[in-house]
């Protein structure tokens, strides 16, 4: 008989290669079983946050992202656009706060935020955060000066996503290095919000390259506390999504994707696993097992930036079926 040893409930972050392959290769139920049980001691069980992502400021980006329907390389036939009004985006933020959401996400198509933008997007922040939601920006790379205005307006999150493993990341983004993407992570650090970095899977990457993806994230000096995990979603006229339409390689499978989301429960045991963009295409089967596996936040809307995802009615179903709630804003802060 199987019997089956607890997870140690350690915080570590200095996993190795080799032992993120090994967990992320176990037996999919052993994985899942105990995925679940490590996300049951840091989490409530059967409860996912409800996020919602506005841009805030679309296309024209000079960054080349291969993945990327914003990026001024890419034929994807988004137009940019100027940075939005503060109080668009507040009333944006209180439209998704009466939908459910607890958490507001505001992404601006930019390589780096640039000083004449930062006292309108800390007004952004200050504002949504009065309404009572979790606030997360994600505007490029950032000075250490931006980096603490942000902070002292009470942005909770910068998100900053490592996208893959530094292996593959060549093939992605050359407008950008990976250290580049570390040394924003430290400004945010150090001026006190919380890390949200995750990446996307299923561009083409190897097992190896998802395995280090995670190592990556699960050996910063402090574990991102949201770990969004995104599936390609093949837009045409960009690199990554041109090259799955011809062919060149395939959706990623959903068992692989499951995995990638119990690893990272598994190895960043405290964060918030957010299974975010390529919903929209994923069964409510599929669904079910990333949260068996330790997913606890998902994107509402019918929107992620200018990807399709979901939808609210379409959520608030699926949560019913699988007997799972939406956290409410004061169970997010306790949880």
Same mark, same amino acid.
């Given at each position: 008989m199987n019997i089956q040893t607890p997870f140690p409930s350690t915080i570590r972050t200095d996993w190795t290669r080799e032992e993120i392959a090994e967990i992320y290769e176990r037996p999919l139920m052993d994985l899942l079983l105990e995925a679940q049980s490590v996300h049951r001691r840091h989490f409530r069980a059967n409860a996912v946050q409800a996020c919602q992502l506005l841009s805030i400021k679309t296309g024209g980006c000079p960054e080349d992202c291969g993945y990327c329907s914003q990026s001024a390389f890419a034929k994807s036939g988004v137009k940019a656009e100027k940075l939005m009004r503060a109080d668009a985006v507040i009333e944006a933020a209180r439209a998704a706060k009466a939908g459910g959401a607890s958490r507001f996400?505001?992404?601006?198509?930019?390589?780096?935020?640039?000083?004449?933008?930062?006292?309108?997007?800390?007004?952004?922040?200050?504002?949504?955060?009065?309404?009572?939601?979790?606030?997360?920006?994600?505007?490029?790379?950032?000075?250490?000066?931006?980096?603490?205005?942000?902070?002292?307006?009470?942005?909770?999150?910068?998100?900053?996503?490592?996208?893959?493993?530094?292996?593959?990341?060549?093939?992605?983004?050359?407008?950008?290095?990976?250290?580049?993407?570390?040394?924003?992570?430290?400004?945010?650090r150090d001026a006190g919000m919380h890390v949200c970095c995750g990446g996307i899977v299923g561009m083409g990457e190897?097992?190896?390259?998802?395995?280090?993806?995670?190592?990556?994230?699960?050996?910063?000096?402090?574990?991102?506390?949201?770990?969004?995990?995104? %599936?390609?979603?093949?837009? $045409? +006229?960009?690199?990554?999504?041109? !090259?799955?339409? =011809? /062919? #060149?390689?395939?959706?990623?499978?959903?068992?692989?994707?499951?995995?990638?989301?119990?690893?990272?429960?598994?190895?960043?045991?405290?964060?918030?696993?957010?299974?975010?963009?390529?919903?929209?295409?994923?069964?409510?089967?599929?669904?079910?097992?990333?949260?068996?596996?330790? %997913?606890?936040?998902?994107? $509402? +809307?019918?929107?992620?930036?200018? !990807?399709?995802? =979901? /939808? #609210?009615?379409?959520?608030?179903?699926?949560?019913r079926t699988l007997g799972m709630e939406a956290m409410e804003p004061a169970l997010v802060e306790a949880s």
């Open positions: 996400c505001m992404g601006a198509a930019w390589r780096d935020l640039k000083d004449r933008d930062t006292d309108a997007v800390c007004e952004m922040v200050a504002g949504v955060k009065a309404l009572g939601l979790e606030t997360c920006m994600t505007l490029g790379m950032l000075s250490g000066e931006q980096a603490d205005k942000l902070a002292g307006a009470g942005l909770d999150y910068y998100n900053h996503n490592l996208d893959t493993s530094p292996e593959h990341y060549a093939e992605i983004i050359s407008t950008r290095t990976y250290d580049d993407r570390l040394e924003t992570l430290a400004k945010v190897e097992k190896s390259d998802r395995i280090g993806l995670i190592h990556a994230l699960a050996t910063l000096p402090a574990h991102p506390k949201s770990v969004p995990v995104n %599936a390609l979603v093949p837009v $045409t +006229g960009t690199v990554r999504g041109d !090259a799955m339409k =011809a /062919g #060149e390689y395939a959706e990623i499978d959903g068992i692989e994707f499951v995995r990638a989301i119990a690893t990272c429960r598994l190895t960043m045991p405290e964060s918030y696993v957010r299974l975010s963009a390529g919903r929209e295409s994923m069964s409510i089967e599929l669904q079910a097992l990333c949260f068996m596996g330790g %997913a606890n936040s998902i994107f $509402t +809307g019918d929107t992620l930036l200018t !990807a399709p995802n =979901a /939808g #609210e009615d379409s959520d608030a179903s699926m949560l």
